[in-house]
T-cell receptor
């Protein structure tokens, strides 16, 4: 069964620190990888996507992909209390089917 | 990013009645949309894949006769919860996918409460 695994957390970091969120996936055929942020009671919001090995930066966010290790990560620099949310990792396998991880809860302490 | 709307955002209905939820892609055409359900403090659960012009594909354990999906146009998919019961109370979220990039954009969700 194709899976995306995440540590459920909570991950607690002080304000201003770097938050590091990790994700592994089981299907080597996965081609596209996404990070979503979900606030409590709200629907997920796409924040980053990555297709190629290496790093991709967008503002305070950096996504990292290592296909050999089947590993995806999201770094959040200068973490803010407003970043406190659940972060979902997702991988797209064949066609449009997207497999979501269960999410990691991040708590940024002011 | 792309915009997906959902209506209604919140609905309360009596047990035994049916509820229709609409999902629209506002600024792009979506041949494929997804319907998810999320219970409190749990992860997203994919219910079905909605394909424009053809029958929806349901995930294992999801009753297709209870959760009717219609994807009649490239911008609209509907989910009808038939004969709703209290255990159907949940947060229903739709999403639409950009075929060019596989980016998936979510609607704001519909909170269903069945009394």
């Amino acid at each position: 069964q194709k899976e995306v695994e995440q540590n459920s957390g909570p991950l607690s970091v002080p304000e201003g620190a770097i938050a590091s969120l990790n994700c592994t996936y089981s299907d080597r055929g996965s081609q596209s990888f996404f990070w979503y942020r979900q606030y409590s009671g709200k629907s997920p919001e796409l924040i980053m996507f990555i297709y190629s090995n290496g790093d991709k930066e967008d503002g305070r966010f950096t996504a990292q992909l290592n296909k050999a290790s089947q590993y995806v990560s999201l770094l959040i620099r200068d973490s803010q209390p407003s970043d406190s949310a659940t972060y979902l990792c997702a991988a797209t396998t064949g066609g449009f089917k997207t497999i979501f991880g269960a999410g990691t809860r991040l708590f940024v302490k002011a | 990013g792309a915009v997906v709307s959902q209506h209604p955002s919140r609905v309360i209905c009596k047990s035994g009645t049916s509820v229709k939820i609409e999902c629209r892609s506002l600024d792009f055409q979506a041949t494929t949309m997804f319907w998810y359900r999320q219970f409190p403090k749990q992860s997203l659960m994919l219910m079905a894949t909605s394909n424009e012009g053809s029958k929806a594909t349901y995930e294992q354990g999801v009753e297709k006769d209870k959760f009717l999906i219609n994807h009649a146009s490239l911008t609209l998919s509907t989910l009808t919860v038939t004969s709703a019961h209290p255990e159907d109370s949940s947060f229903y979220i739709c999403s639409a996918i950009l075929s060019s990039s596989y980016e998936q954009y979510f609607g704001p969700g519909t909170r269903l409460t069945v009394t």
